[in-house]
């Protein structure tokens, strides 16, 4: 599928019957090739955003998969540089690819650090937790940060309704429903239960203050709307 260095059909079957941690370690070693790594080009405009908001010090990569992540710390970080994910597959995978960066394997909704980080950034992520959850996502990111410390994470326009990607990724998350409702464990991975509005509501519940930035490299919509916008929470 994908390539023919991604996972076949029978491979992602397997992948999406496991739990999420089992799913993700299982796909770690062809994870790259598959259209769930966030491009390069998000990653890049992403950078291109937050660059003159720094230098930034110390950098956490939230839910860090593979390490794509570092594409954008790198460059804007000072320090240590650190990647948080639960799958031990796909943190072999990350230490592999950036041997100098700092891993930690940890669940990230009860992350272990306390006022350690100056930037955090998350990428494509979010879809893995249900909108109860979000909460406590956003209190450890924010209790991890040190004061003025800065939350960044792409998040995409919805498509139009009368477009086929809208109609794919609603019948996308319909499966999934019903998949978790008849198999267990659960996988938990949907791509309409975090609007940007209920995203900023949450994150100014954690404490943060939230601002968005148009990604204009990635393109408009045809109302002239930015395709993807980036958010910027801040602890104050």
């Not at 089992?22 to 090739?33: E, Q, S, V």
């Not at 700092?102 to 350690?116: G, K, N, R, S, T």
């Amino acid at each position: 599928m994908f390539s023919p260095q991604g996972p076949s059909l029978r491979e992602l079957v397997v992948q999406a019957l496991s739990s999420v941690e089992r799913g993700y370690d299982l796909l770690a070693p062809k994870f790259d090739h598959t259209p769930f790594r966030t491009p390069d080009s998000v990653l890049d405009a992403t950078t291109d955003a937050l660059r003159p908001l720094g230098p930034f010090e110390r950098g956490l990569d939230v839910c860090c998969g593979t390490g794509a992540g570092m594409r954008t710390l790198e460059p804007l970080c000072q320090g240590r540089i650190t990647g948080v994910d639960f799958s031990t597959g796909m943190l072999a995978q990350a230490r592999r690819a950036h041997p100098d960066a700092e891993w930690a394997q940890a669940d990230v909704l009860a992350l272990p650090f306390a006022e350690a980080f100056d930037l955090a950034v998350s990428f494509g992520a979010l879809g893995h937790f249900l909108p109860a959850e979000r909460s406590s996502l956003f209190a450890g990111v924010y209790r991890a940060l040190r004061p003025n410390g800065l939350f960044a994470f792409p998040i995409g326009a919805p498509p139009p309704i009368t477009s086929g990607q809208y109609w794919t990724l609603r019948g996308f998350d319909l499966a999934m429903r019903v998949r978790n409702a008849v198999w267990r464990p659960p996988f938990v991975m949907y791509y309409g239960t975090c609007p940007l509005h209920a995203v900023r509501d949450d994150l100014a519940a954690a404490g943060f203050t939230v601002t968005t930035a148009p990604l204009t490299a990635l393109g408009r919509r045809e109302d002239g709307s930015p395709k993807c916008r980036l958010v910027l929470a801040r602890k104050t």
